[in-house]
């Protein structure tokens, strides 16, 4: 029986002293806080042209010229927004294709959706449209004030797209609208076709442009250039309502011209784009093609300059919230990044340091950079960490920096070491413990822990409290209401002005004996 209440006595020892340095805790010299890969990146606060990008859909993605999987969110990276097409007023109709059953902007109520988004490959965004031959198109039906609503007369328009066909094969229809007009007191078909032709690209107006006297007209715009499959290509129609002048580009280089006009020259009377038809009739895409098909957009103006680039000539930035290290007096040690920087890319970083911040979760102060893996200055110190980041692509937008994940590594200012010299007084019915001072720039008191048995600080009979009791910065104090005969056992710990505090470790132990002759207490 004694040694199990020798054992059960141990035990609640232990889970006792547990307890108290839970309230207690001592602190580790140095800390790591993570962000990105496997901690994620919940701290962090996109502001401009940045996103986090996991590359989408099973397989790999090309992104920056690194390959990523999809399949681990911890593959997240921090990089430059893509500089997709914005809807704006003049936005007719845009398609980004990055997932199933969705219209970005325009005039278009979507009918059917049949393509593919695999997402194994894409031009901009984490997805394209993929359409295998006669499987699958997507129909949209024009609505009111669109381009291709009945009985409206057209100005400038433009027609873009990115094309990455598998096969190229003859007739296979990239865009597709049909209706009809009436023509000398006879309907007429109207048909805008966009179709592969001898490994390029036919543009086919049928009775689209409207000439005097309203007879029939067609014309048709065919690039020079052969494509090759399996390659990523933009292409753009636009018209130039003032001069007549339709202009095919393919990747920003003009490909043909045609002016449609009365002498087909400049300077001659325009035929305006006119839809007629007693009812909408639905824009089809992808009728008969096999391929990807990505950022669709239809315009109300002339556009000679699009988006060829995948990223803006401008920074993009983040800012981390404030990150809690702990103490008022915790120092940086160093920040180590893991990124990729290509050609002219780059990254720049920067911090801010303070023990207090706003209620919208900011630090005050000015941002100061630093340099990945190099010492912070010493002087460097506060509870709150807040870093941001700037993204710069490379010269030409083709490029943008990534990073992947953050390590900063920290010092919390040490708590005050305890007192090394304690004396134990005796009196009747009391005992008066006291020690030396402890030197501490940041000090704000002491705690006296007791008890009856040795490790054993569950005292709750003095008069002055239960243990563990707050001193202040006194370096003495006599506990009454004791019994006399009885041992009790103290240690002493020094907390700083921490908020929260943090007590140091505990001193070495000492005891004594409340009784009426005075006997000394000994360590």
């Known amino acids: 029986m004694k040694t199990r209440d020798v054992l059960l006595n141990q035990i609640v020892r232990i889970v006792f002293l547990t307890a108290v340095w839970a309230i207690l805790p001592l602190p580790l010299s140095a800390s790591e806080v993570s962000i990105g890969r496997s901690a994620g990146w919940a701290s962090l606060c996109l502001l401009s042209r940045t996103t986090l990008r996991v590359p989408s859909g099973s397989g790999e993605t090309v992104i920056g010229g690194n390959r990523i999987s999809f399949e681990e969110k911890s593959q997240q990276v921090l990089m430059l927004d893509e500089d997709s097409y914005r809807p ?164 920003g280089k003009d490909e043909a011209v045609r002016y449609i006009t009365a002498t087909g020259q400049e300077g001659s009377s325009v035929f305006l784009p006119y839809i007629g038809g007693p009812e909408a009739e639905p824009l089809r895409l992808g009728t008969g093609y096999t391929g990807f098909l990505d950022e669709l957009r239809i315009s109300k103006t002339l556009i000679e300059t699009s988006h060829l680039k995948p990223y803006p000539l401008k920074s993009g930035t983040a800012e981390t919230i404030p990150i809690d290290l702990g103490g008022k007096h915790a120092r940086v040690v160093s920040i180590e990044t893991d990124s990729s920087i290509e050609g002219m890319s780059r990254i720049g970083y920067f911090y801010r340091q303070s023990n207090t911040k706003s209620d919208y979760e900011e630090l005050e102060g000015a941002w100061k950079p630093f340099v990945p893996g190099t010492p912070f200055p010493v002087e460097s110190k506060g509870r709150f960490l807040q870093l941001r980041f700037e993204l710069f692509p490379d010269s030409t937008g083709s490029k943008s920096p990534m990073l992947s994940e953050v390590h900063i590594l920290y010092e919390q200012d040490p708590p005050p070491v305890p007192p090394s010299l304690i004396n134990v007084v005796p009196e009747d019915g009391s005992l008066t413990i006291s020690w030396n001072a402890v030197s501490a720039h940041d000090l704000s008191g002491y705690l006296l822990l007791y008890g009856t048995a040795p490790d054993d600080y569950r005292g709750s009979s003095a008069h002055e409290g239960i243990s563990p009791i707050n001193v202040g910065k006194n370096t003495s104090i006599t506990l009454t209401g004791l019994e006399n005969g009885t041992l009790y056992f103290f240690r002493i710990a020094a907390f700083d002005n921490d908020d929260p505090q943090r007590p140091g470790p505990l001193s070495r132990e000492v005891y004594g004996r409340p009784t009426q002759n005075n006997t000394q207490g000994r360590p």
Not at 140 to 164: C, G, K, Q, V
Not at 168 to 193: D, F, H, N, P, V
Not at 235 to 247: Q, R
Request: proline share 6%; charged share 25%.
């Open 88 to 251: 704006d007023t003049n936005t007719d109709l845009l398609l980004h294709f990055d997932r199933r059953n969705e219209v970005n902007g325009g005039l278009y109520r979507l009918m059917e959706d049949g393509a593919h988004y695999p997402r194994t490959e894409r031009k901009f965004g984490p997805g394209a449209a993929l359409f295998r031959k006669m499987e699958n198109e997507i129909a949209l039906m024009p609505e009111a004030s669109s381009l291709l609503y009945p009985d409206t007369l057209w100005s400038d328009f433009t027609i873009e797209f990115w094309l990455r066909p598998q096969y190229l094969e003859q007739g296979e229809t990239i865009l597709l609208w049909q209706s009809s007009r009436q023509i000398e007191k006879a309907l007429a078909a109207q048909e805008i076709q966009v179709y592969v032709s001898g490994r390029s690209l036919t543009w086919r107006f049928d009775n689209i442009f409207l000439p005097p006297g309203n007879g029939p007209f067609s014309i048709e715009i065919e690039g020079r250039t052969p494509l090759v499959p399996e390659q990523w290509h933009h292409h753009s129609l636009c018209f130039n309502a003032k001069t007549g002048m339709l202009l095919y580009q393919v990747d």
